[in-house]
């Protein structure tokens, strides 16, 4: 049995970039439909958002769908199904400044469902935004660094990541 309060005493998880954008094109990105689903999730998955509502209380849920060879093959091989129903609810919103979501993970087999929080911050700096993500470890290392792995792979995905520079 995981001791939950000793996993969530651990420091988050922290990832920084900064994009050639402006912020409200990279908070579209994390709050509306078309921005979430072209960039959301690791490479060879990809999401269908059916709710996206960027209010304090507002819920995130859409599909998480493995979609790459490689990635079906390997979901199969797990166990796992090939898409899964992701729910979250949005905790904090400062409209192009700070964003909390905390998804509920329930897909781990072995594990009951948990929270798990992303909180995102956007910082202008002349023509460009830093943004700083800080992600929840897992109660499972194993867990947190699939999630770590799966996160830098999305990053890549942003519109504009090309033009992303690592901190």
Known sequence: MTNKAAFTAQPAIEFERRYDASVH????LWTTKEGFESWWGPEGFRVEVHVIDPTVGGELFYDMIADGAEQIEHMKKMGMPLSHETRGTFVMV???RRLKIRHVIDFIP??????????VE???EGSSVR??????RHPEEEW???????FE?????LPGA??????
Do not use: C, H
């Open 162 to 167: 090309p033009t992303a520079r690592s901190k």
């Open 25 to 28: 094109e990279l908070w579209s």
């Open 144 to 150: 947190t660094r699939r999630a770590a792995a799966g």
């Open 94 to 96: 400062e409209p192009n």
């Open 153 to 157: 792979s999305q990053l890549t995905k």
């Open 122 to 124: 956007f910082v202008p």
């Open 110 to 119: 072995g594990l009951e469902p948990y929270d798990n929080n992303i909180v």
């Open 131 to 136: 943004m700083l993500v800080a992600i929840d």
